[in-house]
């Protein structure tokens, strides 16, 4: 088990802010969620993807190697776990945890902390597993696709957790998404054949060693015989997809 969730990134996660640079579309609608709050927790921080550069931001982020990748000029981050956060209650305007909550050992607990320390919102970035199954990917990788939906938490237990009068929104993914997550790549299929950007996706540590070969396999050949584009072609100029992105916004 991983240091404060179910992925090892002290020892899988350099690479990451080459590969998940936050995409400024996304961003906009996480900052607009945070409304204005001048003092921001980010849990799960990474590093540091989504934080906003024009308030007070205090990070939350349990791997050395993940903190120590985050660009110069952002705000402090410290060592912590969402289930246990150093602060007092209703000691900041906002929080908000983006691709996160599913790594967690105990959400529950970990989202009662968020609504206790924010005086505001909570803004939570997360996926809906159901809508994973509409991906293209499902047929070359099915065991990814499974073990997304066994790690995704329902969204209604996320809106739960964070306040009353929980908001639950998609986000339009950009087809030139400059974040790295697996839908991000739904109409470019050949980025995907890149290991650097498997590597920043932590799904793919959670299938057998078997599973990632193959699927580079069968994507190259329908690439190559075109199988893919005549199933999928369309998505290479759709500008967005209404995937499994998703934010929940909750109140005090």
Known sequence: M???GDYDYDSRGAGYAQQRRADPRIAAHIHAALGDARTVLNVGAGAGS???TDRYVLAVEPSAVMRAQRPAGLGLAIEAVAERLPLDDRSVDAVMAVATVHQWPDMARGLAE???VS???VVVVAFDGTAMERFWLTAYAPELIGAE???YPGLEAVAAGVGRDAEIRTVPIPLDCTDGFTEAFYGRPERLLDPAVRRAQSSWGFVGPE???RFVEALSADLASGAWDARHGALRT????DG???IIVGHP
């Open 211 to 213: 599973v990632e070969p």
């Open 238 to 241: 759709q500008a967005t997809y």
């Open 244 to 246: 499994a992105l998703r």
């Open 149 to 151: 939906l066994a790690r």
């Open 50 to 52: 989504y934080e906003p």
């Open 114 to 116: 968020l609504r206790r």
């Open 2 to 4: 991983a240091v404060g």
């Open 119 to 121: 005086r505001g919102p």
